[in-house]
Structure formats: C-alpha cells, structure tokens
C-alpha cells in the first residue's frame, strides 16, 4: 500500500496532490502554471478532473494570497467534500493582505470560504487516520501572529504513513515558525520528518534555522519560479541529509534539494515493500 504526493510544477505558485492508500483524494493549495513562450495555462484540478477523478475529499488552502489560490476558478470542477483553510482571518485581513487587482480571485475564494460552514462529520474528518487507510494527517495553524502578514497564519500540514513523515508548510516565515515551535504537539508532530517542502518557495524569508535543526530531514522539495533573487535553495542544501531519487530517464542521483523550477513535477511515495521494510521513491525529471 502508498501514499503518493505530486508536487506540480506552477512556477511561482504552489499545488500539491496527495492520493491515500484507500483512494482519498486531497489537493494543498490552488497554483497554476503557465508554459513557457505560450499563452496557455496548466490548470491542476482540471488535470485531475481528466485523470478520472470526479470529486475531492478535502482542499487545503495554507493561506489566501493569489499564488496559492489561482486556480480556484475551477474548485468546483471537483466538488471538494470539505475545506481547509485560516478560518480565523476576517474578510478584512485577506482582502488588505491582497493587491487589489487580486479582486476576483479573492471575491471567489471569500464566495466559496462562505459555503463551507457546517462540522465536518467523523467520516469525512481527514484528520482520522482510519478514514485515510492508515494515513494520519495533523494541522497547525499559527494565531499570534500580526495578521498585516498573511504568509504568517499558514496552515502547516504534517503527513505520516509507514512511518514516514513529510511537512507541507505555506508561506510561513520564522515569525511563525518561532510560534509553532513553542507548541508541545508541534514538536511531537514534527520530530523526524524526512521530507520538508521549503516554506515560501525556498526563499530566504521562509527560512528557520531552529525548525531545521529539530526535524532534520533527508530532502527538501521547493516550489517555486526560474527567477529568485532570494532563494535559499543553498541553504536548505547544507541542512538536508540527502536521499536517492530516481529520473525518469532511469539514472538515480544523490539530492538534498529538488525544485520545480529544475525538475518539473515530483512525485513522492510512501509505503512498506513486500520485505516489510519502509521506502520512499522520489521521481524527477
């Protein structure tokens, strides 16, 4: 049995797909991408929705800026179950938090925010690990701090199966990392991850050096564009321990950083092999 993640490549968005072993379907956060020297658009819920899949069991959105939100057009398309987001942000904070040529983007995602009001119910809870096929998923949502900065109220997203673990942060930046690393079950959460997807597309502003410390993990994955001025791509390298990961052209390399901007979609798996003996295989371009 796996847990598979796809981690698309939407330049200086952010999209991730996260299938279960019993076939939930689970997408964080709403980025597209556009091909180079072309006008046309890669729509990751419409990728989905052509793939065979008619409806997800849960949407994450780490925070309401439009980078992460782009393709909330289409949320529909698929029907989510349920929504996860900062439910604590007024209407005011996002909307003073956007540039105002964002309007549309945000008007849709407050619209859609508006519908879903209603208790989760125990069966569709994603956070049991039992209606997951053993995948246990925990979210942390930082609260103190100043909301003028919305990449600061991210939902962080920890995911563990097999006994393995990977962390999906938004845009957070050491601010509230400083928060959550003052929470025992955080820090629970978080110990020994072996993948961290770098907050803030690996930018030197989501860096923390003190969650690095702590959770040391074997690979980090960014997401992010072809110019950034401000990567910490180098960084993250000197923190990871490294792994193997295999090329679609079937070489293998020893990495402690995959990025999107280099090597198109990742896709990771979680799982036990027929030994009985824990793996993860990471695919790249």
Not at 112 to 127: A, E, L, N
Not at 170 to 181: C, H, M, Q, R
């Amino acid at each position: 049995m796996v847990c598979t993640f796809v981690f698309w490549d939407v330049k200086h968005g952010s999209a991730a797909y996260i299938q279960t072993p019993n076939g939930k379907h689970i997408v964080i956060d709403l980025g597209i991408g556009s091909y180079e020297n072309s006008n046309d658009v890669f729509s990751p819920l419409w990728h989905l929705k052509n793939s065979g899949i008619n409806r997800l069991d849960a949407v994450i959105i780490t925070h309401p800026h439009t980078d992460h939100l782009d393709d909330i057009a289409n949320f529909d398309l698929l029907s989510p179950k349920i929504l996860i987001r900062p439910r604590h942000l007024t209407e005011k904070e996002i909307r003073d938090g956007n540039r105002t040529e964002d309007k549309e983007i945000i008007d849709q995602y407050l619209s859609i925010d508006s519908r879903y009001t209603s208790p989760v119910i125990d069966s569709d809870d994603i956070c049991v690990s039992g209606n997951n096929g053993g995948v246990n998923i925990q979210l942390f949502t930082p609260k103190s701090c100043a909301t003028s900065n919305l990449n600061n109220q991210s939902v962080v997203t920890v995911i563990s199966y097999a006994g393995l673990k990977i962390l999906i942060p938004g845009d957070n930046e050491p601010a509230s990392w400083d928060e959550l690393l003052g929470r025992n079950d955080f820090l629970s959460s978080v110990k020994n991850t072996d993948i961290l997807v770098a907050p803030h597309h690996g930018r030197d502003s989501g860096f923390s050096a003190d969650l690095l410390e702590y959770i040391s993990p074997r690979l980090a994955i960014i997401s992010d564009g072809r110019h950034c001025d401000t990567s910490a791509t180098d960084r993250y390298g000197m923190k990871m321990r490294g792994w193997t990961v295999n090329k679609r052209n079937g070489e293998k390399e020893n990495r402690k950083c995959v990025t999107t901007r280099n090597d198109g979609v990742i896709v990771v798996e979680f799982g036990t092999n027929t030994n009985g003996r824990n793996f993860i295989d990471v695919l790249i371009d």
